[in-house]
């Protein structure tokens, strides 16, 4: 801070002069000390420049309302919201939503560096905070067939840019607790900043050998118990509610009935499509259900801002408090996490008006490269009548690994009610990559769903009751450069086009939504789960790193022996 504003803001906080702007007569949440405490907010250049008794030149009423900072998710991917990144951080914001960590690693997987900076350029000068989390496991580990790789020195340039945070979630732990030179070379690289991980269930000695390696966070926990393991172990806890991952349930309860009050916990919400976010909220949801479920509403504010603040190393975001940066909720209701009004370097962030989508580079719309694949190639037998079969999950990403008998001798598999058909197929580098295997729990009758978003390579994926719509919704995919596609009785039903790297739309959110909502509704008519996101949950049935198995374009990968699987 320059002497000259200091000695300006001085005379503010003692009373000498008018702030710029003061809110007056609110209910103030204070995070350091969990009180709430009666007062008035002054706020000068977007700084809170004193809490108390104060005159404004401008000022505004809030009896009856809350004051509580802004809050931060800890870990997202925009690309996952399927509209430009502008457009999330507009519509999020909305939702009392001011700072963003993002980790660009799905645009990192298709385009490489040029993927990265389209997220970085994006959200140079929007109306929020967004942070950036350098990739680390581009690809996500040695069996994926991705774009591109990214090595610690490609990343090293992007340490001057003072948004570049840290070290995204390192995803392939087997590399770090082995000691592979080219993993710890990226650690070592931001050795004096944040590394985020992602570990789910691993053992307890990997789990500690991987700490050991400076990795401070994971959002992968869906158990309570899981969590307090890593807790033991030093880690921040990110609490993730996505679309497909919901988690907020199982942890905030835990820590409910342990009497607990959410030190070292966090909240994110890692992949969440946009409709939910305007259906449902985006932060905001996090702290409404944990304060359902029992948590101290300051508590459960906490966990959404100076927690993540403090983990992040922000000194001036996450509170209210003189020095910090005026990034504010107005508050109807605290338990109801009622919004009013947000502020964002003390400025109201409006409800309405145009959202602005900027261009995108004509070579991140030309992504989608298949090579020689037909309907033969999602032929699946068995020389002894043994299947094996991914077990999906109600409500998380995890699988379960199942072999299943389904005929007696060699025979060719055929759908039915309880199992499908799930493919993936390469789409970086026309390889003809493509692995088949049987998929439970997904329910899809009468036709194929597939999309060119799948965690975290985003080769094609497609589940469907016979080959024939299957081949159609590849093909389809193919015609329009990535998306979401439905095909139904041997006919396209609809498709959602993703042209920004077969990962996001640029047609506006509105038009995003009114689509996504018709073809879920679709998806769910023909026989998919009423509480299953049809393209998220599709999305992750492609990534190594997620226990217990997989489905690759090399073919079924078992997570857990690191080895890949027979049909």
Same mark, same amino acid.
């Given at each position: ?160 840019n003072k948004r570049i945070l840290g070290l995204g979630e390192v995803m392939d732990y ?51 118990? /899981? ?181 007696? *001798? ?32 997904? *329910? ?39 998306? /979401? ?76 022996? *690191? ?5």
């Amino acid at each position: 801070m320059e002497l000259k504003d200091y000695q300006r803001y001085s005379e503010i906080t003692r009373g000498q002069r008018k702030a710029e702007l003061v809110l007056k007569n609110a209910e103030i949440v204070n995070v350091f000390t969990g009180e709430i405490l009666a007062g008035d907010v002054a706020i000068e250049d977007g700084i809170i420049v004193g809490t108390g008794s104060y005159e404004g030149k401008t000022e505004r009423d809030m009896t009856g309302k809350y004051i509580c900072p802004g809050f931060i998710d800890s870990h997202l991917h925009l690309e996952s919201t399927l509209v430009t990144p502008g457009e999330l951080v507009t519509v999020a914001s909305r939702h009392g939503t001011t700072t963003f960590i993002v980790d660009p690693h799905e645009s990192a997987n298709v385009s490489g560096l040029a993927g990265i900076d389209y997220i970085v350029n994006q959200t140079e000068d929007v109306s929020a905070n967004v942070f950036v989390m350098m990739p680390s496991c581009v690809p996500a580990t040695s069996i994926d067939d991705n774009g591109c790789t990214l090595t610690a020195e490609d990343m090293a340039p992007y340490l001057k840019n003072k948004r570049i945070l840290g070290l995204g979630e390192v995803m392939d732990y087997i590399s770090v607790v082995n000691g592979e030179a080219g993993m710890h070379q990226k650690l070592t690289l931001f050795e004096n900043r944040v590394r985020d991980g992602h570990a789910p269930f691993l053992a307890e000695r990997d789990l500690q050998a991987y700490v050991m390696a400076g990795i401070k966070t994971d959002h992968e926990c869906s158990e309570f118990e /899981y969590a307090m393991r890593e807790r033991r172990n030093g880690m921040t806890i990110l609490i993730r509610e996505g679309s497909a991952a919901r988690n907020v349930d199982a942890i905030v309860s835990g820590l409910v009935e342990n009497h607990m009050t959410g030190e070292g916990f966090c909240f994110c919400t890692d992949d969440k499509h946009i409709e939910d976010i305007e259906r449902e909220g985006h932060i905001d949801h996090n702290v409404r259900r944990a304060i359902e479920l029992g948590m101290n509403p300051v508590d459960a504010i906490k966990m959404a801002t100076i927690h993540s603040a403090q983990c992040y190393g922000f000194d001036n975001l996450g509170a209210i408090a003189p020095g910090y940066q005026a990034d504010l909720i107005i508050l109807n209701d605290l338990e109801k996490v009622s919004i009013d009004e947000v502020y964002y370097k003390g400025k109201v962030v409006q409800k309405d008006g145009k959202i602005e989508i900027r261009s995108c580079p004509e070579e991140l719309k030309n992504t989608v490269h298949v090579g020689g694949f037909s309907e033969a190639d999602l032929k699946l037998e068995s020389p002894d009548g043994f299947f094996t079969v991914i077990e999906m999950q109600d409500g998380q990403i995890t699988t379960k690994k199942q072999i299943k008998k389904l005929a007696e *001798g060699k025979c060719s598999f055929v759908s039915d009610e309880q199992l499908q058909k799930i493919a993936v197929i390469e789409r970086h580098k026309a390889t003809g990559k493509t692995g088949v295997g049987i998929v439970s729990g997904f *329910g899809i009758r009468g036709g194929a769903i597939a999309s060119s978003v799948s965690h975290d390579s985003h080769n094609i994926i497609v589940i469907g009751d016979n080959d024939k719509d299957m081949w159609l919704a590849v093909q389809e995919l193919i015609r329009v450069q990535g998306g /979401y596609t439905i095909v139904s009785d041997h006919r396209v039903f609809d498709t959602l086009e993703l042209p920004v790297m077969g990962l996001m739309s640029d047609a506006g959110y509105q038009y995003s939504n009114r689509k996504l909502k018709t073809m879920i509704d679709k998806a769910h008519e023909m026989g998919v789960g009423r509480g299953v996101d049809p393209f998220i949950t599709l999305s992750f049935m492609a990534l190594p790193v997620i226990p217990e198995i997989r489905i690759t374009p090399r073919g079924i990968y078992d997570v857990l022996s *690191g080895e890949f699987s027979r049909n």
